[in-house]
């Protein structure tokens, strides 16, 4: 991935622009990542699956409950506190 410095993407913007059409640009501050610039195209792909992954996730939890493959809440964290004093955490 290319990479700018946030001055020269200021400086740069339209170039960048340009590249990002092409493919991810990083943008750095003090040698830090701190900001990626992704086409239109790629984030409505990044959206789209975003989307179709929540709304398996919900059918999947929809089913669970179908076929009683659930636990209370109480329960759950019985569990997790169990799990955390068994970690010594």
């Not at 339209?14 to 086409?39: F, Y």
């Not at 939890?61 to 997790?80: P, Q, S």
Request: aromatic share 4%.
């Amino acid at each position: 991935m290319e990479t700018f410095s946030a001055s020269d993407a200021k400086r740069e913007f339209g170039e960048v622009i340009l590249k990002a059409q092409q493919g991810p640009v990083g943008i750095s501050k003090d040698g830090k990542r701190v900001a990626v610039m992704i086409s239109a195209s790629a984030y409505a792909e990044i959206e789209r699956m975003s989307r179709k992954f929540s709304q398996l996730a919900i059918d999947q939890g929809l089913e669970d409950v179908k076929e009683g493959r659930v636990r209370d809440g109480e329960e759950t964290l019985a569990r997790l506190r169990k799990l955390v004093a068994d970690a010594g955490i």
